[in-house]
């Protein structure tokens, strides 16, 4: 059976019967392999090159001298070290009465820092502030340092001259332009002192009572292979786990830069659902190729079945030849996928990155599991419609309907195709809802199309013209072929919109969690007989209306009167949380880019005492709604009932606080105020004349921070649209493939018709009313459910507004349109040409 099957593979490639099957699958499969390889390769360099925003693969924090067995095991493992030591200090310039002295960061550095990522150094001090330097991978050299643009200032001293810190002096030899690993916490919010480590001693400044944050910098020796820093990272925790070590933190990308994190996770489900709906469209493309093999075999199983070959040898023998030819198909487009990967790499190396991590396997076994289930999931039952013919369609031409068992199939082939989409997407919340939106529409689609001839039936006298009339007649001569048709292209044109539409709302999403006007200053420490005054010459600097928020220094003492103690969180984050003061804050209305997840919004008033949570602290505290806080202010207890908790949009680098107590009960809390805002590049001077003002302000420029975050949204956002239009080629080509199912039965028609005397003009202006028909009927149903399933993944995915796009409809309605005025104009172009007595003769 196997030979006559491969004879009958043979036979059908060279009669051209194979060639639509085997090309819809490469095009399947190359598209899916070709977003697969990039989707995979650009996941892992993203992930990978963020890590320069830490500095390192990982990092261990700790508020004393990181163990040298620890050390030891690392340097054991071949992994890369680095050391920094930070802590606050006075910087000094100049020299008695003239002396001027400044609050600084002081960070001492070793060899090797940073491990990931660059340094960017300068002399000159505009071109510091722009962040534009040198790139450098040196430390400052035994007796200089580098420092911020604004401490000259602040000092009054330039390049090349001398500061204080502690018992020695250093020369100021380089401007930072840029520190990757920096972060934004306001332990980095004092302009920056970076010396050598090894010049630290000589400071006397590091004693046993300094607050002092040491950070151990781990990576690999190749910035692609981070297995042994997964392997040293478990080993780490168990460490600290077992010999219960207090103020240590192991940080990475997830806890160490939330703000990065949150671009990423929305980067990464995003190119999910680029590879998600490429798949969508792949099993569009499989089914209507099997279909129209199925159509233009029926003859041949009626004649080898009164040549005495049973069912089962009919089925077997079919079903080998769609094995042979799925195992080519897929290979070969994992093949061209693998290729075009390239293209896209070439397209957008320049913004990406230019040492991407190798090639991974699972792409390429993705590509030949998707190819072989989709031909096996949605040709099955085509097959087994094929077993089925009756010996009498040699005489009669009669298909025999599908039975039970062959409708069975479907099902089959559909639990076949979520189990790909589950393995695909990684991520079954995004696969379900796809997959359910895609199988909710083509019920309804089906629906829509037998209501929508029904309609048309009523409506064909409305018109005496032949054209109008034959293409209504053409439309009712074949409803089930029809429907087919709408629902295809229909389900295809979703696709293309709804990447579209979730496309565009997450570049919008993005931009606005982290927009060009995002705050870029930070003013903490502001005196309450201050605020007025900081106020108006934020405002003469160019910021319209500053908003300042109240600031509370205030420890969490109990929950629900249990007292809080070191053995109450086995956690060391919440231990952490739990042992630090919190910076709390109160206001009457939710602040901007927060979003209630649970509970409502408290309501002011006298002997009210209810607080509003970050959702995530809440997680780590294992606190709820309905929970008692008790803070210690200042001697002053406060206890909260929590009404809700929040969701922050961290990217947004705007004032955010974890804890919002209504004011009634903050009423004599000692506060100060903070803000942020973005300064206009004219108002560059403001930090200056405000501390000299008033020397109790702390002025944080974050604009480095900003510029690191938008650095890597604008790689992911030139990743997705590269994806996009990757994916749109890939869908206008399964859309063709979806419009060629009829092509032989509208090849037969248009012969028969010229025959009977209808003119070539005619049949023409048919043609070109069908395909208006069908393709605008299928572009506004696609687009109504291109914005049912947007909705539902904007809301229930990626968490971001969505909003109402009436153009979506009026797109849908000519995209659908073009798209079958072009399909049906390639497949048909040249029926019309030739003779109705040879059309006839072929058909």
Not at 97 to 110: F, N, P, R, T
Not at 339 to 367: C, F, K, N
Not at 415 to 428: E, H, K, N, R, Y
Not at 637 to 660: H, Y
């Amino acid at each position: 059976m196997f030979t006559q099957a491969l004879r009958m593979t043979l036979r059908d490639w060279r009669a051209g019967e194979l060639r639509f099957l085997l090309v819809a699958l490469i095009v399947a499969v190359s598209a899916l392999s070709a977003v697969g390889f990039f989707v995979d390769r650009m996941r892992t360099a993203l992930n990978r090159d963020a890590h320069q925003l830490i500095g390192a693969d990982l990092l261990v924090n700790a508020d004393q001298p990181i163990r040298s067995d620890w050390r030891r095991e690392a340097e054991r493992r071949g992994l890369l070290l680095a050391d920094t030591v930070t802590f606050p200090s006075m910087a000094q310039a100049g020299a008695g009465e003239a002396s001027v002295a400044q609050l600084a960061s002081v960070k001492a550095v070793s060899k090797g820092y940073p491990l990931r990522g660059q340094m960017r150094i300068t002399t000159n001090a505009d071109d510091a502030s722009a962040a534009l330097g040198a790139k450098t991978s040196a430390i400052p050299a035994p007796g200089t340092v580098w420092v911020d643009a604004n401490l000259l200032v602040s000092l009054k001293t330039r390049v090349g001259d001398s500061i204080q810190l502690g018992d020695k002096r250093f020369t100021i030899t380089q401007l930072i332009a840029s520190e990757p690993d920096r972060g934004a916490s306001f332990a980095n919010f004092a302009p920056r002192v970076m010396l050598a480590l090894d010049d630290l001693p000589a400071t006397h400044l590091v004693d046993n009572f300094a607050r002092v944050t040491y950070r151990m910098q781990v990576a690999a020796p190749s910035n692609n292979d981070l297995a042994r820093v997964d392997d040293y990272e478990c080993w780490l925790r168990a460490q600290i786990e077992s010999t219960q070590v207090k103020g240590m933190r192991i940080e990475s990308l997830e806890n160490g830069r939330p703000e990065m994190r949150a671009t990423l996770d929305r980067a990464d489900r995003f190119l999910s659902l680029v590879a998600l709906l490429s798949a969508m469209l792949a099993a569009v493309a499989v089914a209507m190729a099997a279909r129209r093999f199925m159509q233009r075999h029926l003859d041949a199983c009626a004649m080898l079945r009164c040549l005495g070959m049973t069912q089962n040898q009919v089925g077997l023998m079919y079903l080998t030849e769609f094995a042979l030819v799925g195992l080519a198909g897929s290979v070969l487009g994992v093949l061209v996928g693998f290729g075009a990967h390239y293209v896209l790499l070439e397209l957008v190396g320049r913004m990406v990155t230019t040492d991407l991590p190798p090639v991974s396997p699972l792409p390429a076994l993705q590509g030949v599991a998707t190819g072989l289930l989709l031909l096996v999931g949605f040709a099955l039952p085509p097959v087994l419609q094929l077993r089925n013919v009756p010996h009498n369609r040699v005489i009669r031409r009669e298909q025999a309907a599908p039975q039970p068992m062959v409708l069975a199939t479907y099902g089959i082939g559909i639990a076949a195709f979520l189990a790909l989409l589950l393995w695909q997407v990684g991520d079954p919340k995004l696969a379900l809802i796809t997959a359910g939106g895609f199988l909710g529409g083509f019920g309804v689609f089906a629906l829509a199309g037998w209501l929508a001839l029904y309609l048309l039936r009523q409506l064909r006298g409305i018109s005496s013209g032949q054209g109008w009339r034959f293409a209504i007649t053409s439309l009712q001569r074949r409803p089930g072929a029809t429907v087919v048709q709408i629902v295809s292209l229909a389900l295809g044109l979703m696709a293309l919109l709804l990447l579209t539409v979730v496309r565009g709302d997450l570049m919008n999403a993005w931009r606005v969690a982290t927009p060009p006007d995002a705050p870029n200053r930070f003013i903490i420490n502001i005196m309450p007989d201050q605020k007025d005054d900081v106020a108006r010459r934020i405002q003469a600097a160019g910021v319209p209306s500053p908003a300042l928020y109240p600031m509370i220094r205030g420890r969490l003492v109990a929950v629900n009167g249990q007292a809080i103690t070191p053995q109450t969180y086995r956690n060391d984050d919440a231990r952490r949380l739990a042992d630090r003061e919190f910076n709390l804050s109160t206001m009457t209305q939710i602040p901007q880019q927060n979003e209630i997840v649970q509970g409502q919004w408290f309501n002011d008033g006298p002997g009210v005492s209810e607080a509003s949570v970050e959702q995530g602290i809440g997680r780590t505290l294992h606190l709820k709604l309905g929970d008692v806080m008790r803070f210690d202010m200042a001697g002053q207890v406060v206890d909260a009932k929590i009404t809700s908790l929040r969701k922050l949009e961290w990217g947004s680098m705007r004032a955010n606080f974890f804890v919002i107590i209504n004011p009634s009960a903050m009423a004599n809390a000692p506060q100060t105020f903070m803000t942020a805002f973005h300064l206009p590049q004219r108002g560059a001077a403001l930090a200056n004349s405000l501390t000299r003002a008033y020397p109790n302000l702390t002025v944080v420029d974050v604009s480095g921070i900003i510029r690191q975050l938008q650095e890597v949204l604008d790689q992911v956002v030139t990743a997705v649209e590269f994806l996009f239009m990757f994916t749109l080629a890939s869908g206008v080509l399964v859309l063709y493939a979806a419009l060629m199912g009829s092509q032989a039965e509208r090849t037969r028609e248009a012969g028969l018709l010229r025959a009977l005397g209808a003119t070539r003009g005619q049949l023409a202006q048919a043609q070109r009313i069908e395909f208006l028909l069908v393709g605008a009927l299928s572009g506004l149903l696609a687009a109504s459910g291109a914005a049912a399933l947007g909705w539902a993944l904007a809301k229930y995915q990626f968490k971001f507004p969505w909003s109402f796009e009436p153009g979506v409809w009026g797109a849908g309605l000519v995209a659908g349109a073009v798209c079958a005025l072009i399909g049906g104009w390639l497949g048909l172009r040249n029926v019309l040409r030739q003779p109705p007595l040879q059309t006839l003769r072929e058909a």
